[in-house]
């Protein structure tokens, strides 16, 4: 770390949260950058960096949803894993200057799912979150590989969350507690 510089508060964060209009067609809680997420981690004094959405650069815009199960292929794996040698490097840049670095996801994304993830063997198509029929605990594919690239370099794991999309003005219920308790953790 520089002497003239004090530590950073960095955030990665998952691609949708800062771009909505990535997410598959139905599935944008607003038209851009999710404000009650964003407005919680500035408000705390943290750089946003945005991690690359896997899905939208594997499948487009006119992608179908999908669960874990239709991901977890050696195509998408490869994807994952070029994808996450840039992630990797920068965030051990920014713990290598003292940086405090948190990951944040999207609990409930195949891909960027932390604690929770869609998983159902028998079915693809829209999730069901309604119900949390298709919601599993588990890491979705792209949190799961950077995290293998993280130890592979010797990186130490930063801290990490998930967080549920709700409306466009308000974070669901319980969520914006979660995230101010994880925030105000460090």
């Excluded at 959405?53 to 669960?67: D, I, K, Q, S, T």
């Excluded at 869609?118 to 599993?136: F, H, K, Q």
Aim: hydrophobic share 40%.
């Amino acid at each position: 770390m520089s002497a003239n510089r004090p530590p950073a508060k960095v955030a990665f964060i998952a691609h949708c949260l800062l771009n909505q209009n990535s997410r598959t067609a139905g599935g944008a809680y607003c038209p851009g950058v999710y404000s009650p997420f964003v407005a919680e981690l500035r408000d705390r004094g943290w750089q946003l960096v945005q991690m690359p959405c896997p899905e939208l650069a594997f499948a487009g815009l006119n992608r179908f949803w999908a669960v874990r199960e239709q991901y977890d292929t050696i195509a998408f794996r490869r994807h994952c894993r070029a994808l996450v040698a840039g992630i990797a490097g920068a965030v051990a840049a920014h713990l290598e200057r003292g940086d405090e670095v948190i990951l944040v996801g999207v609990n409930g994304s195949p891909t960027m799912g932390v604690q929770i993830t869609s998983s159902d063997a028998a079915r693809g198509g829209r999730p069901a979150w309604e119900d949390d029929t298709d919601l599993a605990a588990g890491q979705g594919i792209l949190i799961e590989e950077l995290l293998g690239e993280l130890a592979a370099r010797g990186v130490a794991r930063p801290r990490l969350t998930g967080i549920r999309h709700g409306s466009a003005d308000r974070l669901p219920a319980g969520e914006r507690e979660a995230l101010t308790g994880f925030l105000d953790n460090d």
